[in-house]
DNA sequence: TGACATAAATCAAACGATTGTTTTATAATT
DNA sequence: AATTATAAAACAATCGTTTGATTTATGTCA
């Protein structure tokens, strides 16, 4: 049976490597940072990895799986992803989709998941390592074709869903134009107001053009 | 002296090396291909690209500058960067800006920069290994600031840039959003059109707000 | 309570495989 | 014959992983 005070310093030693490990694979890639890296940077012996994941791999599942508890955390905490579009009038339609947009910038940028780990997730997606399909992605495309009256694979959605998407995450994406030429390490509160209401600017000239009512 | 038909030939195998390496880092990034499967894919043998660039971090470097002069000449050819926006009317710079991304949609889509290059460009400069400050983007930085009329380093005008330019960018950052999901291997004419009009859209809207007519 | 046994957590060292690079030898063109 | 392009093999260094030994906290019995 497991000892109490070990255990603690175990899962203490098991989160740092997850935080220096995802703060890494941000920066470098996953190909990028060796497993001595990382526990150097953790302050852990480079056995712990085998020890708690099995593998350079497993850990990198580890991450994955981190992220997408929290993801469902946050949704179930804040969001309400039962609801059927199509039983919502037009107006409460967008209202909902400005309140899912809302949460998923408060979600990015409002610390509930880290840069780092965003950061990492579009990068391995990007590698085709994983396929990022999250249940508030796949309600946004729902919601976004329901409101646009189009069926989910049109190829119009699926551009609006990229458009939309990449607003909000591109301050994360393409740093060199965005945290380092803003001089700042992180995005601050008001960073944060400034992408909700540019997302809302977008959205409106999106509906204005299919001549949909606001 | 160099010879004549064998020297064709290795500028040939040169030119397969790029372009393989130039697929594989796209694919999966600078340190998760090696020299072999390079060498592989392009039929060569892996002392060639000791023998042409010196090491793999020289091969890297080869792709950049093929970028570089790529960019270089496409710019000179369809773009005029030495006009001072502010010697123009209003009018005309914001004209200029539609132009200027216009060609900026089309050298990314239109085969004069291969999808697998820009990939590879965007992500290195996740990475931090690259900073990204083409001509180009220097230009719309200044054009952009003098039509909102604002200081360069503005925050304001930092996050259009982003705003703007993630939209061009981003079907071909985030394909698992949009080739995948349309069930295409590369991008259409038509797919240019909608990314062109989508980004005039986007911008018509931001100035409609600042209150400059158009 | 104190000595011992047990199991878990951590360490340093070494493993074979793979990395980028270099060397040496061969083939081909002028 | 001379030079250049290609091939195969070997190089040291680094990779992820495993091993065996050591430290540490807890439970048990005298």
């Given at each position: ?77 804040f ?23 809302d949460n998923a910038?408060e ?108």
């Amino acid at each position: 049976m497991p000892t109490k005070v070990r255990s603690d310093e175990k899962e203490k030693s098991k989160q740092r490597i997850l935080k220096s490990a995802t703060k890494l694979f941000a920066q470098k890639g996953f190909d990028g940072v060796g497993i001595r890296e990382i526990c150097k940077d953790a302050d852990a012996n480079i056995c712990m990895i085998s020890y708690f994941w099995g593998s350079k791999e497993g850990l990198y599942q580890g991450i994955l799986d981190d992220l997408i508890q929290r993801q469902t955390e946050y949704v179930k905490t804040f969001l309400n992803l039962e609801i059927e579009p199509e039983t919502l009038s037009k107006k409460e339609q967008i209202n909902l989709l400005y309140t899912v947009l809302d949460n998923a910038v408060e979600m990015l940028y409002g610390g509930f998941i880290s840069s780092d780990l965003m950061k990492f997730l579009l990068q391995e997606q990007q590698h085709q390592r994983i396929e990022l399909n999250s249940p508030m992605l796949v309600y946004l495309r729902k919601l976004i074709s329901t409101i646009f009256d189009k069926d989910v694979c049109d190829k119009d959605i699926i551009f609006k869903l990229v458009f939309i998407m990449s607003q909000i995450n591109s301050p994360l994406v393409l740093p060199a134009f965005s945290l380092k030429q803003l001089n700042q390490k992180e995005f601050s509160e008001q960073d944060k107001e400034i992408i909700k209401t540019n997302v809302k600017l977008y959205l409106q000239a999106l509906l204005k053009q299919e001549g949909i009512d606001v």
